[in-house]
Structures are given as structure tokens and as C-alpha cells.
């Protein structure tokens, strides 16, 4: 089997995992395992891979996404207890309070807790700044919580342009210069994405504002809204620990500074977090047990998927060696197939295509294999007509980062989704189009400022 019907087959598996998760016939978990475990059969039969092979991929894979999982299980559980406690009902009150009614100083605030939050690069540890404080405040107010996601990450893709985040400092990587040198370069566009990012949250104030959105917004006036909010406050009664209020906040504090701290694993903060502070709070064991089984299902549901995520990033993205001999993965067979059918009349414009196609591409390509794997032959389909390399370069980071965080190949994805509460094929639909028009709106700037050539 060649390379060209591997990349073939890798496509055709990544639109069947689309078109099902949009249609709803299954869970994502299911989509991941199933469909890349059937192409994983087809190029064993073809030769492509033995089965020793693939088990060797599926085994990398998981090293990828276990330490998200544990993060995301442990994660779950402290902002569960936490709430449960009642902590964030008092900084909630805090943040009506400062806001009032007002539905668009919500979307802005949420886009400015992200901005901040993604100045260490760590999409993981934004998504859980962001979402556990905005989360009850959305549904407060009767908000959608794929507009929360899509500020958050609208405001993270630009964020992610720093020199220190990954994306940044593997493009400088392959062009073989200084990541802030490169960060120097892209600054004006990452200026110039702040402030659409502030844009889009209030755009997004007045479209949820349209829809009723609001304290006493026309959606609160239902029955099922008023349902909910009595349920949610008969089921805190028991649980609440109002005493506890600043022990439960320097806990937090401290579990947040211990992840931006960066010396221990990201899923260590939480498991130290979920240790002390259901042992304070819940002295006696039987509603420890409530406590934990109460949050149990969404965090084992999140758990399947990332496995699931683990079997397709092995089976996609991985690499073996057979004789010390890398076989190019699924993803590199991709590439290569993508820069075969590009018409060398658009060759001319390669940055311009690249940076119209990178939004659609991230759905199917992780960042690994799209700055190692992509970028070096785009950078050499460039030099044949007389392309520098680092307009290639910037193009395909400042779109790719726009739509980092919709890509189902990013683990901190299918964290962001699992803590607010969303379907992935719900975020994406309601992000895509946002985001695609976003990176276009930021590739014009950096044409118009002589970044990118036309």
C-alpha cells in the first residue's frame, strides 16, 4: 500500500468521524475508537503496518492524552466540590453584582479572564480558569455555553501566538530562528486579534442579549428556567459550607498558582486539591461518597472520550520504526497527498491558500504533525516559486492558532467541552464558522501591514 492511498484513507477516516458526530448517530468516544480502528485493520491487510505496529501506535498515543485524562478527572472533582460547597456562589454574587444585567459585560469579561489566563500558553490550565468561574455565571443568566466557549477560545487562539506557546516556538523551530524573534513578527497581528477577540465577545453580548439572555431577560421568565434554578439551590442546601468560604478560596488560589507553577504534572495541583479539600469539608465519609458519585458520570464520560482520543491520535499522528526506519504516519501521508493536488497555479499565493485552508485543516491535523510535518514541505513548494519561507510560516500560525482550540485533535479541547458541559460536535458547529472568519479577518490585516505578500 503507497502513501497516497494511506493519505487517502486518513482523510476519508477523518470526514466519516466528522459527518457522525454531526449527525449524532454516536458518542465522540465511539467515533474515535471505531473508525481508526477500522483503518488501522485496512493497512494491515494492505502492509502498511503489522499488528505489532499498531499496537506500538496505540501505546504512544495514550502517552499523549493520560496525563489530560487524569487531569481532567481530577479537575472535574475539585471544582465539583467546590461548588458544591458553595464557593462560587458567593463570587458569582460578587460578579452579578458588578454586572448587573448586563449581559455583553459578561462575554467581555469572560474574553479578558481568557486573555489573561492564556498568558502562560497552557490550554488546559485556561480552560480551567475560564470555564469553572464564567460557567454558573452563564447559566445564571440564561446564556448559551457554546458562547462561552467560543470567546474563551477565539481569545486563547490569538493569546497562543506567544513565544513561549507551542505553536510559536515550532514554527521558529523549523525556520531555524529564535521564537521571539518570530513573536516580534506576528505582534502586530496578535495586537490587532486582542482586539477582534474584544469585538467578538461583545458582538456576542448583543446576539445572547437578543435571544433574552439576562437576569430578568425574557428567558428567565420560563418555567423551565425557574425549575432548574430551584433545583440547583435545593440540591447546594445540604452540601454548602459558607464557613469555609476563604479556606475553599486559598485553596483554589493555591491549586491555580501550582498549575501555573509548571514544576509538577498539571493533573498533581488537583489531585493535592481534591485530597484536602473533601476532607475538610466533608468530614463525614458518607457524603464524601455522595460528593464523589455526584460528579462520577461526567468525569468517567469525558475519561472514554479522551481514551477514544487516544486510539486515533495513535493511530493518525504516531510514528514506528521498523528497522530504525521511521514509516511516515497517517497524518505525514495526509500532508504529502494535500501538497501533490495543490495547483501549481496557486503556488504563487501559497500563503494566502494556506491560511484559507488552515482552519479546516486543524480538524484533521494536531499541532505536532502540522508545524513538523506540514510546514517544512509547504516552506519548500514555496522556494520553487520564489516564496520566502517565513510569510509561509506566519500564515499557517496565526490561522492554525485561530482554530486550535475547536480541534478534536487537541486534548485541551475535549477539556474545555467535557468541564463546560458541551458536545464537541455542538462547540464546533456553533465555533467553526466564527473562527474561520476570524483567521481571515487577521490574515487581511497582516497582508495589508506587508506581513504576508498577497
Known amino acids: 500500500m503507497n502513501q497516497v492511498t494511506v493519505g487517502i484513507l486518513g482523510f476519508l477516516t477523518i470526514i466519516a468521524i466528522v459527518v457522525t458526530l454531526f449527525k449524532s448517530k454516536t458518542l465522540p468516544s465511539i467515533a474515535f475508537i471505531l473508525f481508526p480502528s477500522i483503518l488501522a485493520l485496512i493497512l494491515v491487510f494492505g502492509g502498511y503496518y503489522t499488528f505489532k505496529d499498531v499496537a506500538s501506535l496505540i501505546k504512544d498515543g495514550f502517552k499523549s492524552t493520560g496525563p489530560t485524562a487524569a487531569l481532567f478527572v481530577f479537575s ?13 456562589d458567593v463570587i458569582i454574587g460578587k460578579l452579578m453584582k458588578l454586572v448587573g444585567d448586563n449581559v455583553i459585560g459578561v462575554t467581555v469579561m469572560t ?55 507551542g505553536p510559536t516556538m515550532r514554527a521558529a523551530s523549523v525556520l531555524g530562528m529564535e521564537a521571539g524573534q518570530l513573536w516580534n513578527k506576528l505582534l502586530p497581528i496578535q495586537v490587532f486579534g486582542i482586539v477582534l477577540a474584544l469585538a467578538h465577545a461583545v458582538l456576542t453580548g448583543i446576539q445572547e442579549k437578543a435571544r433574552g439572555a439576562g437576569l430578568n431577560g425574557k428567558l428567565a421568565q420560563t418555567e423551565e428556567a425557574i425549575e432548574v434554578e430551584a433545583g440547583q439551590e435545593g440540591q447546594l442546601g445540604e452540601l454548602a459550607r459558607p464557613k469555609l468560604f476563604f479556606f475553599n478560596m486559598i485553596l483554589t488560589i493555591a491549586v491555580i498558582a501550582m498549575l501555573i507553577w509548571d514544576v509538577f504534572p498539571s493533573y498533581v495541583p488537583f489531585m493535592l486539591g481534591v485530597g484536602i479539600s473533601i476532607l475538610v469539608n466533608y468530614t463525614d465519609i458518607k457524603l464524601q461518597k455522595k460528593v464523589l458519585n455526584s460528579h462520577a458520570v461526567p468525569a468517567l464520560m469525558m475519561c472514554t472520550t479522551l481514551m477514544g482520543a487516544a486510539l486515533l491520535m495513535g493511530i493518525l499522528v504516531k510514528t514506528v520504526k521498523v528497522d530504525d526506519v521511521a514509516i511516515p504516519s497517517v497524518v505525514s501521508c495526509m500532508s504529502a497527498l494535500i501538497t501533490m493536488v495543490l495547483p501549481a497555479a496557486l503556488g504563487a499565493h501559497l ?11 486543524a480538524l484533521a491535523f494536531d499541532t505536532d504533525s502540522y508545524f513538523y510535518g506540514m510546514l517544512p514541505v509547504m516552506i519548500s513548494i514555496g522556494e520553487g516559486f520564489g ?17 486550535t482550540f475547536i480541534s478534536p485533535m487537541v486534548p485541551a479541547t475535549l477539556l474545555g467541552v467535557g468541564l463546560a458541559e458541551v458536545d464537541i460536535k455542538d462547540h464546533i458547529r456553533s465555533s467553526f464558522f466564527y473562527v474561520w472568519g476570524f483567521s481571515f479577518l487577521c490574515m487581511i490585516f497582516a497582508i495589508l501591514v506587508g506581513i504576508i505578500p498577497a
Not at 121 to 144: D, E
Not at 387 to 403: K, Q, Y
Request: hydrophobic content about 60%.
Open 76 to 88: 472535574v472533582l475539585f471544582f465539583g466540590i467546590m461548588t458544591d460547597a458553595g464557593l462560587f
Open 111 to 165: 474574553a479578558i479572564i481568557a486573555i489573561i489566563g492564556h498568558l502562560d500558553g497552557g490550554g488546559a490550565s485556561t480552560f480551567l480558569i475560564v470555564v469553572p468561574a464564567m460557567l454558573p455565571v452563564y447559566k445564571k443568566m440564561h446564556m448559551r455555553k457554546t458562547s462561552l466557549l467560543r470567546i474563551a477560545v477565539l481569545a486563547m487562539g490569538v493569546l497562543n501566538l506567544m513565544p513561549w506557546a
Open 351 to 361: 500563503p494566502l491558500v494556506i491560511g484559507i485552508l488552515s482552519v479546516p485543516l
Open 387 to 403: 516564496i520566502p519561507a517565513l510569510p509561509i510560516a506566519i500564515s499557517m500560525a496565526v490561522c492554525r492558532n485561530c482554530a
